[in-house]
């Protein structure tokens, strides 16, 4: 895992029909931009979490959806994958704290990462760089209490947007129907 500049990604987002959109000062988000695009949005009961427009709701129990949000990353892995925090990477790294403290993958990119805490810059990630991205995940998806603390997934490979939103909600937009139908299977595996 590393950090990269904003400015490396520019033109894969554009490639894949992604664009930023920021509603304010505190928070950005990546968004498909034809929104005729297929959307997937997985929900625990009760959550307040917003569906995108016109997406296709899935509801999992609170302990079942770490392991739906596994399968999808893990049919994703052939991919790299780029991370993008909703805020800045402050507020996530402060969130995971506690619960990565034992974890040294975690604690490496910690340790580097001090610069690039107030920062939107995108962290890198590679195949071998699976198991640690979906133990963060995973954990912010439990942890994360504010919109500051959610996360942006891409993949370099095929055009997605996967958000994982604080307080029980995965949003997630493909660039084609096909995407749509090679991930939705890992929704339902």
């Given at each position: 895992m590393e950090f990269i500049?904003?400015?490396?990604?520019?033109?894969?987002?554009?490639?894949?029909?992604?664009?930023?959109?920021?509603?304010?000062d505190d928070h950005t988000f990546l968004r498909m931009v034809d929104e005729s695009a297929p959307r997937r949005h997985l929900a625990v009961p009760g959550s307040e979490v917003e569906p995108l427009k016109g997406?296709?709701?899935v509801e999992f129990s609170l302990e079942s959806m770490p392991g739906v949000i596994d399968n999808i990353l893990h049919k994703l892995h052939h991919n790299q994958l780029i991370l993008f925090p909703v805020g800045r990477w402050r507020s996530i790294f402060d969130v995971v704290a506690f619960s990565l403290a034992e974890n040294e993958e975690w604690q490496r990119i910690d340790a580097a990462a001090t610069v690039e805490l107030n920062t939107r810059d995108p962290l890198l990630c590679d195949t071998g760089d699976l198991h640690l991205v979906c133990e963060l995940v995973k954990t912010l998806f439990h942890?994360?209490?504010?919109?500051?603390?959610?996360?942006?997934?891409?993949?370099?490979?095929?055009?997605?947007?996967?958000e994982i939103v604080p307080n029980g909600g995965v949003r997630m937009s493909f660039g084609t129907e096909a995407v749509a139908e090679e991930v939705s299977e890992a929704i339902t595996a």
């Open positions: 500049s904003v400015e490396e990604v520019n033109e894969l987002l554009v490639q894949h029909g992604i664009e930023r959109q920021s509603p304010d997406a296709q709701v942890d994360s209490e504010s919109p500051d603390q959610g996360l942006l997934l891409i993949t370099a490979g095929i055009p997605l947007v996967m």
